[in-house]
């Protein structure tokens, strides 16, 4: 089984029980193998066999739950964070 990992930026939290949520909802997604969501940090970071999910799902799942992933923020040592072409590749593709 191959796992990919992604780091998606996450707002809208208020506290740790936030974070919780989300991680509640992602792990009920078939496929999810890892899960850690921080609320402090704003990130959720998902690993996940690609040939059972995708990244687009695992976006509109934290959406569901009433939260943001904002596409825009990033920092050059997490490229799918970004708007650069691995993530429109990886995610904005799958999110469309």
């Given at each position: 089984?191959?796992?990919?990992?992604?780091?998606?930026?996450?707002?809208?939290?208020?506290c740790a029980?936030c974070a919780?949520?989300?991680?509640?909802?992602?792990?009920?997604?078939?496929?999810?193998?890892?899960?850690?969501?921080?609320?402090?940090?704003?990130?959720?970071?998902?690993?996940?066999?690609?040939?059972?999910?995708?990244?687009?799902?695992?976006?509109?799942?934290?959406?569901?739950?009433?939260?943001?992933?904002?596409?825009?923020?990033?920092?050059?040592?997490?490229?799918?964070?970004?708007?650069?072409?691995?993530?429109?590749?990886?995610?904005?593709?799958?999110?469309?």
């Amino acid at each position: 089984m191959t796992e990919q990992t992604i780091t998606l930026p996450v707002s809208g939290m208020t506290c740790a029980n936030c974070a919780l949520n989300i991680e509640r909802g992602i792990k009920k997604l078939e496929g999810v193998q890892t899960t850690n969501v921080n609320f402090v940090a704003e990130q959720a970071v998902i690993g996940f066999d690609p040939k059972q999910l995708l990244a687009k799902d695992v976006v509109k799942n934290i959406q569901g739950s009433g939260y943001i992933v904002n596409k825009t923020r990033g920092t050059p040592s997490q490229p799918l964070l970004g708007v650069d072409s691995v993530y429109k590749t990886k995610v904005c593709s799958e999110y469309n």
